[in-house]
């Protein structure tokens, strides 16, 4: 039953993984432009945090995160913290900083703190991961070693899902040419400052 749990939740997170987000631009940015292993160290720091996140979820700070007035500051925030990095991108993409000594192509110790910072910016996560762990235990019955092997599988398809996207993009690294490298890193840089746009104006519901 622990493997079949698993499986479910690996499948599942597989799923979720295909809407494409802003930490995983950065991860195939950071691949193409600072090879694998630095991005991988980029694809750990976010799957600890959505480690962290779904604990939390599972007890219970998805409720507190539920009010309007911590929900409305976390959004700004984070959207605010995911702009920056987004114009930083943008910006290096030209030889240029705006955040001084912040650049995605630096080392693995540099990147994994960066990613700690920009997937702790977006707590709001943990309300989503309450919603899905509330909607299994409603739908399956799960007991609490069900509900930790479910959410072990979860936790593993951030892992193997942005893995692949590194390996991915430090594949391309090899055949891209210099322009289309530039016009890449500016689209993520872009896609990224219209992240956090997004999830600063987004009405609560």
């Known amino acids: 039953m622990a493997g079949k749990r698993y499986i479910e939740g690996l499948k599942f997170g597989m799923i979720l993984q295909l809407a494409v987000g802003p930490m995983c631009l950065m991860v195939f940015n950071t691949a193409k432009n600072a090879g694998f292993w630095v991005a991988f160290s980029l694809v750990l ?3 600890l945090v959505d480690g962290v996140y779904i604990i939390l979820a599972a007890l219970g700070a998805s409720k507190l995160l539920e009010k ?3 929900k409305k500051a976390f ?3 984070g959207g605010a913290v995911l702009i920056l990095f987004g114009l930083n991108t943008l910006l290096g993409a030209f030889g240029k900083s705006l955040l001084p000594g912040l650049s995605l192509q630096v080392d693995s110790a540099s ?3 960066q990613g700690l910072v920009l997937t702790l910016s977006n707590p709001i996560t943990i309300v989503f991961w309450g919603s899905v762990l509330t909607g299994k235990i409603i739908e399956d019955d799960l007991k609490a070693r069900e509900l930790r092997v479910f959410s ?3 936790v593993s398809a951030t ?3 942005l893995s692949a996207i590194a390996g991915l993009g430090m594949v391309l690294s090899s055949f891209l040419p210099e322009a ?3 016009a890449l890193n500016v689209l993520v840089g872009v896609l990224i400052v219209f992240f956090g746009i ?5 009405k609560d519901a």
């Open 45 to 47: 720091a976010i799957t």
């Open 68 to 70: 309007p007035a911590v």
């Open 75 to 77: 959004r700004y925030i």
């Open 111 to 113: 990147v994994f703190l």
């Open 152 to 154: 072990l599988g979860l």
């Open 159 to 161: 892992l193997f899902f």
């Open 180 to 182: 289309v490298s530039t």
């Open 198 to 202: 997004k999830m600063m104006v987004k």
